[in-house]
């Protein structure tokens, strides 16, 4: 887990507010995914981005999220008018330039919806 | 899509007892990973294995990468109190920036 950074660690939002996680990869690294975890089960993919570029977005729902990895800064995950459906641990995880398959993760984000 | 199946899904064991863990998967991958994912904490990459028939251990833990290429043991040795956590498995079709699928973990329990 050491390098990547997400913030928040918890996030707690009332129905019909919005979310943003915010994922900084590790020094160095120029890809980063973002996976959805509900209780005992698996990461979920949702996205995956190199900076200023969405590479796969096939598992993001297509309404009310998004996900962007400027050229400075965060990859920020935003969620719009959330639901109580979008609780779960969001996590961000990244890899350096041409060896994708290992993925650094972070800490997670835990959101709740009230 | 790729599925893959990861078992058991639970274990308790007593400290000191030998632990295996499995994934299958319904189609060919060419890399396996596992992860192992501490509560309110993310996935800690433990073992990667590139190669079909390849053995890797880290420590108390081996993995070996089916010669299918279908599926992926974890074994752990001697279990101890901190192995509590649970435990996920990785496959990709291809090198490169290919997106990984996660098994369903399995959570494993060690009573001292």
Known sequence: NAG???????????????????????K???HVYWYRQLPEEGLKFMVYLQKENII???????ERFSAEFPKEGPSILRIQQVVRGDSAAYFCASSPLGTGDI???????????? | GQQLNQSP????????EDVSMNCTSSSIFNTWLWY?????????????????????????????FG??????????????PSDVGIYFCAGSASGGSYIPTFG?????????
């Open chain 1, 4 to 26: 990547v950074m997400q913030n928040p660690r918890h996030l707690v939002r009332r129905r019909g507010q919005e979310a943003r996680l915010r994922c900084s990869p590790m």
């Open chain 1, 28 to 30: 160095g690294h120029s």
């Open chain 1, 56 to 62: 796969d977005e096939s598992g993001m729902p297509k």
């Open chain 1, 103 to 114: 993925q650094y993760f972070g800490a997670g984000t835990r959101l709740s919806v009230l």
């Open chain 2, 9 to 16: 899904q639970s274990m308790f064991i007593q400290e000191g």
């Open chain 2, 36 to 64: 192992k994912q501490d509560p309110g904490e993310g996935p800690v990459l433990l073992i990667a294995l590139y190669k079909a028939g390849e053995l890797t251990s880290n420590g108390r833990l081996t993995a070996q």
């Open chain 2, 67 to 80: 010669i299918t290429r279908k599926d992926s043991f974890l074994n752990i040795s001697a279990s101890i």
């Open chain 2, 104 to 112: 369903r973990g399995t959570s494993l329990i060690v009573h001292p």
